[in-house]
């Protein structure tokens, strides 16, 4: 697999995102999702990001789709764990992940697929604000996903508010997103890229490291990365103190190394 390496030696990260390699795989897939949905990759002198999909079993037209169909089952975990009312989620499985979920399911937001289960979430729908995440390595690789997606077009204040974790990096983001337009992403849902897989780094039940793996619209691959802490109840995306929602963007070569929605690992 090509290298993962975030920032490195080079100097990559200190230019301007329009002169970054990881920007120049694909300009037209990454300014998108830069402007309209995915990560915001935010550097002293600019900003990068992505976006993806692969096939739905479930979507819906708006802004977002409705909740995964079915319940969590077992020893759920509620108030007695701080969660949201309404909210309660089997956190057994605190395995790392080495194949997607058995209950995967696909939901829709603008042009975005985003995987999403039913037993690891999100459970609860509200508008953008998707909640409610097994607290397990793998509801958290779902929490990445689902809020980092909301992040770019008119719903991202209301998500960042909810759903990054509190301190100096939410306040960072917060301050230099508004001064970026709102662009809602249109067209047909996948269009732009897919998501593909992932690889959980580091996992405990508070805090989560997660490698998105990502395939622009003429098939290059990125992979970007990002962290989430346990906070009230639930999990909540940790942006970096200078407010980037990533903590690195990589070209890589393919899926090796990941793990695949809907099946293993890449080989």
């Not at 920032?7 to 309209?36: C, H, T, V």
Request: charged share 15%; proline share 6%; with cysteine.
């Amino acid at each position: 697999m090509a290298s993962r390496g975030s920032r490195g030696n080079s100097g990559e990260w200190d230019k301007p995102f329009w002169q970054q390699r990881g920007w120049l795989i694909s300009a037209a897939f990454l300014l998108s999702m830069f402007l309209i949905g995915g990560f915001v990759l935010l550097t002293d002198d600019g900003t990068t990001n992505d976006t993806g999909q692969p096939q739905p079993s479930t979507s819906a037209s708006g802004k977002s789709s409705g909740a995964p169909s079915g319940q969590p089952s077992g020893n759920p975990s509620g108030a007695a764990e701080g969660r949201p009312a309404g909210c309660s989620t089997n956190d057994a499985d605190q395995a790392v992940p080495t194949q997607g979920p058995a209950d995967l399911k696909w939901m829709t937001y603008q042009t975005n697929l985003l995987p999403s289960s039913p037993t690891a979430g999100p459970l609860k729908v509200d508008g953008p604000v998707w909640s409610c995440f097994a607290r397990t390595p793998l509801g958290a690789v779902m929490a990445v996903h689902a809020i980092s997606s909301k992040m770019s077009g008119s719903d991202w204040k209301v998500v960042a508010e909810k759903q990054l974790a509190r301190g100096a990096g939410r306040d960072q983001f917060i301050a230099r997103r508004g001064k970026v337009d709102d662009k809602n992403q249109t067209g047909a849902p996948g269009s732009n890229g897919s998501y593909l897989g992932f690889r959980v780094l580091t996992a405990s039940k508070d805090q989560a490291t997660t490698m998105v793996l990502l395939r622009t619209a003429d098939g290059s691959y990125a992979a970007l990365t990002a962290s989430t802490v346990w906070e009230d109840g639930d999990w909540k995306l940790r942006p970096t103190l200078t407010g980037s929602l990533s903590e690195g963007m990589s070209q890589v070569g393919g899926p090796d190394g990941f793990v695949l929605w809907g099946g293993g690992s890449g080989s």
